[in-house]
């Protein structure tokens, strides 16, 4: 069978790996010069072993737990208002998470996807016109587009409710965040919740 997949993020890359082994015949269309989500580390559970068991040499930290302080008074340490929390909950994961390099988990993924012969073309914005001739093409067109989808809005599907999401690092992180610290801390905000993990060197 001839498979389109619109994205090269870890849902394509991943689907286009399993596919290709399968016997499928992939292409994995990505819109961005190369693969890798930018400026990203993330927190994955330990089940990403089960899926990936190569990824296991990307790990960078290992959570435990999460420090839930409540407070409107709480802010960053290192900068802005800093509060005592009126209350502070610890929770402790059943399971792990995994602190992870998003960039080169994507990479890991594509490069699994190639070696079981996935073909990913890169600098390839499907459009809407690609879908008539995709359709003549492939036998099945998969979106593995990521949020804005322009796969949901052929299929004419209903977009999702957004949140604001806001991400920042903390380089050179002050002593008290540095060594190897094994737990996620969240403060209350006024837009929500805030949270900060240890990465390797930054935060
Ligand atoms: C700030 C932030 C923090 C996050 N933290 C975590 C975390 O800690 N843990 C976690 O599990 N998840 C986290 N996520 C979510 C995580 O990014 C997603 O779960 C994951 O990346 C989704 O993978 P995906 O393959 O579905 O989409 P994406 O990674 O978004 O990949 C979609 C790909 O499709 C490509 N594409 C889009 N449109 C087209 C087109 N028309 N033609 C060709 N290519 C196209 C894009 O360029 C992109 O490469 C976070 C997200 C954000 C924004």
């Not at 619109?6 to 689907?15: D, T």
């Not at 089940?47 to 290992?62: A, D, G, M, V, W």
Request: net charge positive.
């Amino acid at each position: 069978m001839k498979v389109a997949i619109v994205g090269a993020g870890i849902c394509g890359l991943y689907l286009g790996w399993k596919l290709a082994e399968r016997g499928e015949e992939v292409t994995v269309f990505e819109k961005k010069e190369k693969i890798g989500k930018e400026v990203c580390s993330g927190l994955f559970s330990e089940r990403i072993l089960e899926f990936i068991p190569e990824s296991e040499k990307l790990i960078q930290n290992q959570i435990e737990s999460a420090l839930i302080h409540w407070g409107p008074a709480f802010g960053w340490e290192g900068g802005g208002r800093v509060g005592v929390p009126k209350r502070t909950l610890k929770v402790k994961f059943s399971k792990k998470f995994f602190v992870i390099n998003h960039f080169e988990l994507d990479r890991l993924a594509a490069s699994l996807a190639e070696k079981s012969g996935a073909k990913i073309v890169l600098n390839y914005n499907v459009t809407r016109k690609d879908f008539v001739t995709f359709q003549g093409e492939f036998d099945r067109i998969i979106g593995c587009d990521g949020a804005i989808s322009v796969v949901r809005k052929n299929l004419r599907l209903n977009d999702p409710k957004f949140y604001l999401g806001i991400q920042g690092f903390i380089l050179n992180p002050q002593p008290k965040f540095g060594g190897g610290e094994n737990f996620v801390k969240l403060g209350q905000r006024t837009m929500g919740l805030s949270g900060k993990f240890r990465e390797g060197k930054k935060a």
